[in-house]
C-alpha cells in the first residue's frame, strides 16, 4: 500500500514549464511501475507516461519530446517535467503506483495552461 501526493501544478503562459512532483510514503524502489495520468475538463482520465523501477521511461505519442518523467528513490518522488506548455495541456496531473495488481493514486494537481 502506499499514498501518493502531487504538488507542482499551477497556472502558467503558453509556452512555459512545471515540474510536476509525486511524493510517495514509502520507499519507490520495489515499485515495478508508475505512470502519470491527465484528465482535462469534461474528458476521461488518460495516460500520458511511466517509469519503470529500472528507469525505463515510456510516453504516449502525443507528449514525447516535451514530457520527461523521472524517479528519485532516495526520496520516494517520480517528478514529471512538462515543457512548451499548451492550452491543450490544462487539465489535472494525476500520478499511480501498481503494486501487485492494485493501483494506487494521489489527489492530483491542475494545470492550468493560459495566456
Known amino acids: 500500500q502506499v499514498q501518493l501526493v502531487e504538488s507542482g501544478g499551477g497556472l502558467v503562459q503558453p509556452g512555459g514549464s512545471l515540474r510536476l512532483s509525486c511524493a510517495a510514503s514509502?520507499?519507490?524502489?520495489?515499485?515495478?511501475?508508475m505512470g502519470w495520468y491527465r484528465q482535462a475538463p469534461g474528458k476521461q482520465r488518460v495516460w500520458v507516461g511511466g517509469i519503470t523501477s529500472g528507469g525505463t521511461t515510456s510516453y504516449v505519442d502525443s507528449v514525447k519530446g516535451r514530457f520527461t518523467i523521472s524517479r528519485d528513490n532516495a526520496e520516494n518522488t517520480v517528478y514529471l517535467q512538462i515543457n512548451s506548455l499548451q492550452p491543450e495541456d490544462t487539465a489535472v496531473y494525476y500520478c499511480?503506483?501498481?503494486?501487485?495488481?492494485?493501483?494506487?493514486w494521489g489527489q492530483g494537481t491542475q494545470v492550468t495552461v493560459s495566456s
Open positions: 514509502r520507499n519507490i524502489f520495489s515499485i515495478n511501475f
Open positions: 499511480a503506483a501498481t503494486i501487485r495488481g492494485t493501483s494506487y
